[in-house]
């Protein structure tokens, strides 16, 4: 049975746009002007998803979000916002009334597919084909797929294929070159081979039998001496070709050479290369980060946030409890502040049900999605516990000693993989540098500083 959508826009190209490229997955698309005419047309049917617009006449889109996700019928519908509104303050607005996502109005078939992925109504992702070094997948099964090495025979052989059909036209224009050459060496030599008509001269006195020798070797000499420039002919000639098979032999010499010495030099970077993804992943299989962790100042604390888990409360809020009673025995003055940061984790499932982490095992490219829903979706009161809160007020004001508080968001220390690196890198390698990255630092500052 094929999936539906339905798409809340007063603007009807796009509407149209994201109407042609649902279509294109095989979705049913039914459209509406207004937010009115959404809940109007969600009393008689239920599409699988709602792509939403936020700036509409009348009602907007959140508005419509709020009366779709309060109705008992339409609340589990998943509604992506579909507008030109952008910044982490707006989708987290927006994951907040209920909203699974957010695509802009410059949206891209990668977007869309993405969506569709996530909100289970496209089959599973066909695997990609094998890189030089890529992890497949089989049924469940991971299957090691091996780098392929280009032989230098191999390449010598395709630089030949690509080569031979310039040499070989190459070589037909200088054959029609040189018999052209020949032709017109022919002509030109043909009326001196012919020997010459010259009329024996013999004295009126003498008889026959002394003419006829003198004549005889007149006509010899002329022939003898008309054979010359013919043999001159046909032996340059001869060399002509001579001659263009040196040069081609000779060039094609200097072809195979320069065609060795770019396999060598292909091979030696291939072998390079190969040996830097070999220690890799060595690296990885022993559990070592891809690079350490950025230095702090002396006076910047850290500690680490699970995942789900509010970032001022637990561990971290015993430690600032802690530093604050550390810090008024020791009659400081000045400034706490706390600074929070978001890491982006690998995790399985969908905006409807919920994420969690991946297994350890599984590469990270089957990943439903690498971020931090969570936190993105975290209002700044749920970030501060009730404890915090408690803590904070109990601060004398004329203390000399407060606390300022900043969400900073995605800023890792500890670098993740880069995407030639992901081809090797499995969900728990991935979610040990994100758990790094999710975290809370503290750091004084006396007054006047």
């Known amino acids: 049975m094929s999936k539906r959508a339905l798409i809340v826009d007063d603007s009807r190209s796009a509407r149209v746009i994201l109407s042609r490229m649902l279509e294109g997955y095989g979705l049913e698309v039914d459209s509406?002007?207004?937010?009115?005419?959404?809940?109007?047309?969600?009393?008689?049917?239920?599409?699988?998803?709602?792509?939403?617009?936020?700036?509409?006449?009348?009602?907007?889109?959140?508005?419509?979000?709020?009366?779709?996700?309060?109705?008992?019928?339409?609340?589990?519908?998943?509604?992506?916002?579909?507008?030109?509104?952008?910044?982490?303050?707006?989708?987290?607005?927006?994951?907040?009334?209920?909203?699974?996502?957010?695509?802009?109005?410059?949206?891209?078939?990668?977007?869309?597919?993405?969506?569709?992925?996530?909100?289970?109504?496209l089959p599973e992702r066909r695997e990609p084909r094998p890189t030089p070094v890529a992890v497949a997948q089989e049924g469940s099964a991971a299957v090691q797929v091996e780098p392929v090495r280009p032989s230098g025979g191999d390449v010598e052989s395709m630089i030949r294929n690509a080569?031979?059909?310039l040499l070989k036209e190459?070589?037909?224009?200088?054959?029609?070159?040189v018999l052209a050459s020949l032709e017109a060496f022919a002509r030109r030599?043909?009326?001196?081979?012919?020997?010459?008509?010259?009329?024996?001269?013999?004295?009126?006195?003498?008889?026959?039998?002394?003419?006829?020798?003198?004549?005889?070797?007149?006509?010899?000499?002329?022939?003898?001496?008309?054979?010359?420039?013919?043999?001159?002919?046909?032996?340059?000639?001869?060399?002509?070709?001579?001659?263009?098979?040196?040069?081609?032999y000779s060039k094609e010499l200097e072809t195979t050479k320069a065609l060795r010495g770019a396999v060598t030099s292909l091979q030696s970077t291939v072998d390079g290369q190969q040996a830097q993804l070999t220690t890799l992943q060595k690296r990885l299989e022993s559990g070592e980060l891809v690079a350490a962790p950025a230095a702090k100042p002396d006076n910047v604390t850290a500690e680490?946030?699970?995942?789900?888990?509010?970032?001022?409360?637990?561990?971290?809020?015993?430690?600032?409890?802690?530093?604050?009673a550390?810090?008024?025995?020791?009659?400081?003055?000045?400034?706490?502040?706390?600074?929070?940061?978001?890491?982006?984790?690998?995790?399985?499932?969908?905006?409807?049900?919920?994420?969690?982490?991946?297994?350890?095992?599984?590469?990270?490219?089957?990943?439903?999605?690498?971020g931090n829903p969570f936190e993105d979706s975290l209002p700044s009161a749920q970030r501060q516990?009730?404890?915090?809160?408690?803590?904070?007020s109990s601060l004398r004001p004329d203390g000399g000693l407060t606390v300022e508080v900043a969400h900073e968001g995605r800023r890792p220390t500890v670098p993740y993989p880069t995407s030639d690196q992901l081809v090797r890198v499995t969900a728990g390698e991935w979610n040990r540098i994100a758990a790094?990255?999710?975290?809370?630092?503290?750091?004084t500052q006396p007054a006047g500083s």
């Open 163 to 165: 080569v031979a059909p």
């Open 385 to 392: 516990s009730l404890a915090f809160a408690n803590l904070l």
């Open 436 to 443: 790094q990255n999710n975290r809370v630092e503290f750091a």
């Open 326 to 370: 550390q810090l008024r025995a020791n009659g400081f003055k000045g400034k706490v502040k706390i600074a929070t940061f978001v890491g982006e984790f690998c995790l399985t499932g969908n905006g409807i049900e919920g994420y969690s982490m991946a297994t350890d095992d599984l590469p990270v490219k089957r990943c439903d999605l690498v």
């Open 32 to 121: 509406s002007e207004s937010a009115e005419a959404a809940l109007e047309f969600l009393r008689q049917a239920r599409p699988d998803v709602i792509f939403m617009d936020h700036l509409m006449p009348g009602m907007d889109g959140f508005q419509a979000i709020q009366a779709i996700k309060g109705n008992p019928d339409t609340a589990t519908i998943p509604v992506v916002m579909y507008t030109s509104q952008e910044g982490e303050l707006y989708v987290s607005q927006a994951r907040a009334l209920g909203a699974v996502g957010v695509l802009p109005k410059t949206v891209k078939h990668s977007d869309v597919s993405r969506v569709l992925y996530q909100l289970r109504l």
């Open 170 to 177: 190459q070589s037909a224009e200088m054959r029609r070159f």
């Open 304 to 324: 680490t946030v699970p995942y789900g888990e509010a970032p001022l409360s637990g561990a971290r809020l015993e430690r600032l409890r802690d530093m604050l």
């Open 189 to 248: 030599i043909a009326p001196e081979g012919r020997p010459a008509t010259v009329p024996a001269q013999t004295p009126a006195a003498a008889t026959p039998e002394q003419s006829q020798p003198a004549d005889v070797q007149t006509q010899t000499v002329v022939v003898r001496q008309s054979r010359w420039p013919l043999a001159a002919g046909v032996g340059a000639i001869a060399l002509i070709p001579a001659l263009v098979l040196a040069l081609f």
